[in-house]
């Protein structure tokens, strides 16, 4: 990774993964821009826009077609990683924070950033637990909401010179206890079903060297060392909660993904959780 400090980086979307992204650039000396609807609770280390991205590019809505005001254009950017959030889980809502997102950042930037990083999903993915999947898998969504992520990859091609795809499986860690909390609830689980996540702290890792690398790969799959089946997981969570291992769902068949995370790997170096295993016992015990 590059040590040339005093790049300028903005941060689209700007949420959890992009607040503690920025906090770790600003500690190496770099400007950070922090995009968002809302700034008020970003850190005083960023320079901040409030914006609503969508509003900017939906032709819907009038803002595809409305002047961008000058102090919102931005210029001379190192680097921009847009990690977007969808209003609500549906297709329109990813069309909305996805599509529309993306115009309206193209729409306020005066020039190409050196390198634009997207955060997507493997979602765009068919399930095949019958093979391994690769960056080198076609993309072949099975949602609506899919469907519009692998739109926004495409988009994200067409608007920026340099563009860089990272696609994260199942994130986890602080503050994203959903799985955990469903264990400890009982909830019934397709035990068959292959699954893949990475830990927060390791996506963001991934994210600063895909910011600051001169020559990042155009596209990664941000998943941890090991696959594994739901009920391999969720009997783990189980024994360190002390609580029953939560019952199959009947009539349920093997379905999800294995998907390789060796790319990943080369990029970040030994992960800080490099199975579920290292990352649930973290969370757990900072809980006990």
Known sequence: MSTTNGRRILLAGCGDLGTRLGLRLVDQGHKVIGLRRRVAELPDAFETISLDLSLLGSPERGGADAPVRSDLRLDALDAVVITLTPDEPTRAGYERS????????????????????LVSSTRVLADDPTRVTTEDTPSAPESGPGEVLTAAESEAGELFDHVTIVRPAG????????????VRRGQQFNHQRWTNRIHRDDLVHGLEHLALDPEPPNLVHAVDSQPAQMGEVAAFIADRLGVPVPDHIEDEKPGGKRIDGTRFRALVGELGYPTYRDGFSSMLTATA
Not at 98 to 117: D, F, I, K, N
Not at 171 to 181: A, S
């Open 171 to 182: 994130i986890y860690g602080p503050g994203r206890t959903r799985l955990i909390d469903s």
């Open 98 to 117: 996805y599509l529309h997102g993306l115009r309206g950042l193209a729409r306020v930037l005066e020039s190409q950033p050196g390198r634009v990083v």
